[in-house]
């Protein structure tokens, strides 16, 4: 079954970085839509950053457009989501999805439509301390 699995998240003051990465088994992520996800606690899960592979066409949320970097290493058959500039509120658990079933990979209407991605990572813990 495909899966994918997030890493690198951890603790960081505000201004730091960190870089996550989404590494998938049985898929490859070329020819498809990537996505990073992230919810904070009593919040509803956004929409952050997504790439459709096949042109490295990227889409960002505004609450992270200049200060997160979405990427992909087709060799590696992973994701990267470079994250700089780091506030308190970024502070979230972050997931990664891809294999969308409806709707466009990137675009107005669709972008923040979390129900498109039809598999998702568990998730990695962001920490940004003030």
């Known amino acids: 079954a495909v899966q994918v699995v997030e890493s690198g998240g951890g603790s960081v003051q505000a201004g730091g970085s960190l870089r996550l990465a989404c590494a998938a088994s049985?898929?490859?992520?070329?020819?498809?839509?990537m996505g990073w996800f992230r919810q904070a606690p009593g919040k509803e899960r956004e929409e952050i950053a997504t790439m459709f592979a096949n042109t490295g066409t990227t889409q960002y949320a505004d609450s992270v457009k200049g200060r997160f970097t979405i990427s992909q290493d087709i060799a590696k058959n992973t994701v990267y989501l470079q994250m700089n500039s780091l506030k308190p509120e970024d502070s979230a658990m972050y997931y990664c999805?891809?294999?969308?079933?409806?709707?466009?990979?990137?675009?107005?209407?669709?972008?923040?439509?979390?129900?498109?991605?039809?598999?998702w990572g568990p998730g990695t813990q962001v920490t940004v301390s003030s």
């Open positions: 999805a891809t294999l969308i079933t409806f709707g466009s990979c990137l675009g107005r209407i669709d972008f923040g439509d979390q129900a498109r991605f039809s598999v």
């Open positions: 049985e898929y490859t992520f070329n020819g498809n839509c």
